[in-house]
């Protein structure tokens, strides 16, 4: 089994319904990890792959999601599942569509988003 399969089978058992995308696009990526679409034709993924020795920083990544998401104040993708196949590690997280649309409105929306998830505090900073 490659990673894109151990991919699509950690996405069926995490979610408890089976998936087969019809479609995998490279998303780019940045300078550190390589980044997939995957679409069954009714769900989309948004998929980070890197070396398996990047594991923790995956499950890093969805914990810091998690919390960012607890916050109410932006809207962040929800981490699906983290783990590792072989020499790959992947992050499966949900698909949001972001295009370009630039607006006053929007960015005041999303200037009153970070000042509330500044104001957003717990006991401890930090994990």
Do not use: Y
């Amino acid at each position: 089994m490659d990673l894109q399969e151990a991919v699509e089978q950690a996405i069926s058992q995490t979610s408890g319904h089976p998936f087969g995308p019809s479609r995998r696009e490279w998303s780019g990526g940045g300078c550190i990890n390589e980044a997939w679409r995957l679409d069954d034709g009714a769900r989309r993924f948004f998929v980070k792959v890197n070396r398996a020795e990047r594991a923790d920083m995956f499950a890093a990544e969805a914990a810091a999601l998690e919390e960012l998401a607890a916050a109410g104040a932006l809207r962040v993708p929800r981490p699906l599942v983290h783990g590792r196949h072989g020499g790959g590690a992947f992050l499966v997280l949900e698909h949001l569509d972001l295009t370009s649309r630039a607006s006053e409105a929007g960015h005041r929306r999303l200037g009153e988003g970070l000042a509330a998830l500044h104001r957003h505090t717990a006991e401890a900073h930090g994990w």
